[in-house]
């Protein structure tokens, strides 16, 4: 066999510093025959869970939705298979032994000093090397968790794939359907091949994310892998592998799907007889649903594997009168204004339910300015995955395509969205709040019985929308999106206990959702109700304007031009725009006074210093300076550019490339105040900049009011749950 060298994973995957989580230890295992199993080790508590990867058609990252979750209870080791991923490749020439994915898992627990675990597989690539290592080495398995068993020769081969094998070798003239799964075919068509395959594979209505990952994955090997030779299955023939069956004799649990169109359900039925398993069957789903359901995996999972560790001891009851009243704040991380608007309307909650303690599932940034007003961050909030890191790792120069970032975010989504489902088993809250927190809304419309709380579903803007650039495909994935949102909510209509628009009807975007799909401002009128926009700092409460620029240091002949930009570091491009079109706006405007706000994810000693240039980093209650400002220039992000517009104060703002909401969403709702200027930040030169600083500081402004009382209502609706 040929030892080539490591082969990194790549392709439509999130690169893997940005991933959920990174491992705690990693390396290589040698197998006999020289070649190297890239290997990873999450987390240390029992027992220990291998992950079995389904090679060489896929590797480690295929189980990217179990691995956070199951990290925080038990020790994970996950394994590209040889073939594919980081692990060498045998010779494609040569015959691809089937004994190999037992004895490779064997070699990565001797690598990672694992005397025993449980094993979970997928397919016949994970299962039944499982249930062979069961039978051979009983003391190195705990139990067998077993997704769509395809132990060979237990039945006939599914229609599909029977059909296709008996023409594997025949030369097929423009194969159709399961024709392509033939030898010529993958040869010169592997991502044809792939593509439909895995259409098959997840047959679930809006599974495109999951089909681009699976072919992305597939695509880490060559398609002269996918077609080598295999040897005859361990056992032989059928008598053998039942033989081989029969003598498993740890706990085994076997899940499949009803629309699995890779492996017949009677075979994982004739799996669980032999290895006297439990079976659980998930109605309508397909062959991957570690994948499509994870929520429901992960929960088994880590169900099963937790019968081999000591029971936890018996749990505290508090009698209901001596309960104090609990909310859980779930509040999105991407931008600081939300939390700051999610503060005010926590405040506003406490006047009218003055018993009522609220916590905070956050993380960085919002438990800075969260920890910084007095609010209680709870301490599961510890163990969420880094959603902002995805964020600014798929930021460019002044560019965020926010819908597929949306997109990318799913295995943080779902590592997060466990926390918060294993914080609310554990303990009682009496209301749950998540403004825009998109994996809770998801989840919870994809596992309703999940519910044990009244649920309030907040957000400013209703409906993703494609962006020129990204053409049909984009305009496609964007109606699947909103499709399965309207989906959802018919399906369950009363999931969501309150729904708040942040915001008046008339500042919901003109349209539809997509082609056959509700329009936005109706649809969105049916089921929400509206609060008005909700400041982070209500303009009545500011001081008066010009003891505000005392207090904060503004001389009274200056004029005062803040950039804040947001924190994310897809803005530093604006900043240092801004620091190269100072000088020239200085001379145009001598009392010019320029203050750069980098937020807490931007390094104030990355911009380049500039005489008469101030850098702050984070500033908490930075409306108040947005407030005693005379100019402000910002991103196109709806919460700074609607403190501005609230507080009458002239801004420039310039919307994110490809990003959405800023574009669409905020800009909608910007021109119906009239407020702000918009500048195309790749079409502008620090002269233009400096320029329109020159026309905008200090001038008059006379935007549509923004109401002062939206906390003050939004605080109301979700009140009406305690009556």
């Keep these: 066999m040929t030892d080539t060298a490591v082969r990194p994973a790549h392709g439509a995957d999130v690169h893997p510093d940005v991933r959920a989580r990174v491992p705690d230890s990693s390396g290589h295992a040698v197998t006999e025959d020289g070649l190297r199993l890239w290997y990873e080790v999450h987390g240390d508590g029992g027992p220990t869970i291998v992950l079995l990867p389904c090679n060489p058609i896929s590797h480690s990252r295929l189980w990217k939705a179990q691995v ?78 077993a997704i769509a068993p395809g132990v060979p020769l237990l039945t006939d081969a599914h229609p599909n794939r029977g059909e ?3 023409h594997w070798d025949e030369v097929v003239e423009d194969p159709q359907g399961w024709a392509k799964q033939n030898r010529r075919h ?17 047959p679930e209505p809006h599974s495109e994310k999951a089909i681009e990952d699976a072919v992305a994955f597939a695509m880490d090997t060559t398609a002269e892998m996918l077609v080598a030779e295999d040897s005859p299955p361990v056992g032989g023939d059928r008598e053998g592998i039942e033989a081989i069956c029969r003598q498993v004799r740890c706990p085994v649990l076997v899940v499949q799907g009803t629309d699995d169109r890779c492996q017949p359900f009677s075979r994982g039925l004739a799996f669980a007889e032999l290895t006297g398993a439990e ?63 999610d503060v005010e309307i926590a405040r506003e909650l406490r006047r009218l339910e003055p018993r009522l303690e609220i916590e905070w599932l ?4 919002l438990t800075t300015l969260l920890e910084a007003s007095g609010e209680r961050v709870h301490p599961a909030s510890a163990e969420l995955a880094p959603e902002a890191a995805v964020v600014d790792a798929r930021g460019r120069a002044h560019e965020l395509h926010a819908f597929q970032m949306l997109r990318h975010l799913d295995e943080v989504f779902v590592a997060n969205f466990m926390v918060f489902n294993d914080l609310v088993r554990e303990q009682r809250f009496d209301l749950w709040i998540a403004d825009e927190a998109w994996e809770l809304d998801y989840f919870l419309h994809e596992n309703p019985e999940l519910k044990t709380a009244p649920y309030v579903w907040m957000t400013d803007f209703v409906g993703v929308m494609p962006m020129p650039d990204g053409g049909e495909r984009e305009a496609f994935l964007a109606a699947d999106t909103n499709a399965q949102m309207v989906e ?44 008005g926009y909700v400041t982070g700092f209500v303009p009545g409460r500011l001081e008066d304007r010009e003891q505000l620029r005392r207090e904060l240091g503004f001389g009274a002949d200056e004029r005062v031009c803040i950039v804040a930009p947001g924190g994310s570091a897809v803005c530093t491009d604006l900043l240092r725009r801004a620091v190269e079109a100072f000088p020239a706006a200085r001379d145009r405007v001598p009392e010019l006074r320029m203050i750069l706000v980098t937020g807490p994810r931007i390094d104030p000693a990355s911009i380049p210093a500039a005489e008469g240039l101030e850098v702050h980093g984070y500033v908490h209650e930075l409306g ?30 310039f919307p994110l490339a490809q990003h959405f909401e800023q574009n669409v969403h905020v800009h909608h709702r910007l021109q119906r105040h009239g407020a702000g200027r918009r500048m195309d930040f790749a079409q502008t030169t620090a002269d233009d900049l400096a320029q329109a600083i020159a026309e905008e500081v200090g001038r008059e402004v006379d935007y549509l009011p923004v109401p002062e009382d939206g906390a003050a209502r939004a605080a109301a609706i979700i009140a009406e749950l305690f009556r």
Aim: glycine residues 8%; aromatic residues 10%.
């Design 488 to 531: 959802h909510v018919a399906r369950h209509p009363r999931l969501r206990d309150r729904s708040i628009f942040v915001g008046d009807p008339d500042d919901i975007v003109p349209g539809t959702l997509g082609p056959g799909l509700p329009d936005i401002r109706a649809w969105t009128q049916e089921r929400f109700r509206f609060s």
């Design 68 to 145: 956070h979750h199951l990290a925080r209870h038990h020790r994970v080791i996950v394994y590209d298979g040889r073939g594919n991923g980081r692990s060498d490749h045998p010779d494609p020439e040569g015959i691809w032994e089937a004994g190999w994915w037992a004895s490779d898992c064997l070699t990565v627990l001797d690598a990672t000093d694992t005397a025993s675990a449980v094993l979970v597989g997928l397919c016949g690539d994970g299962v039944y090397p499982a249930a062979q290592i069961a039978a051979s080495q009983p003391d190195r398995v705990l139990g067998i968790f």
């Design 186 to 202: 993958i040869l010169e068509h592997q991502r044809d091949f792939l593509e439909f395959f895995f259409r098959e594979m997840f």
């Design 362 to 365: 956050a993380q960085p940034p």
């Design 624 to 653: 108040r300076w947005l407030a005693a400002s005379d100019l402000a220039i910002s991103h196109g992000g709806l919460s700074t550019t609607m403190e501005l517009a609230a507080n009458g104060r002239p801004f420039i703002y």
């Design 279 to 341: 079976h659980v069957t998930l109605e309508g789903a397909g062959h991957v649903p570690s994948v499509r359901h994870p929520v429901v995996i992960n929960t088994m999972i880590h169900e099963f594997a937790s019968r081999f560790v000591p029971p936890a001891p018996p749990r505290s009851w508090t009698p209901a009168p001596a309960r104090p009243r609990r909310a859980l704040f779930v509040s999105s991380p991407i931008g600081l204004g939300h939390a700051w608007r």
């Design 164 to 166: 296709a094998l008996q």
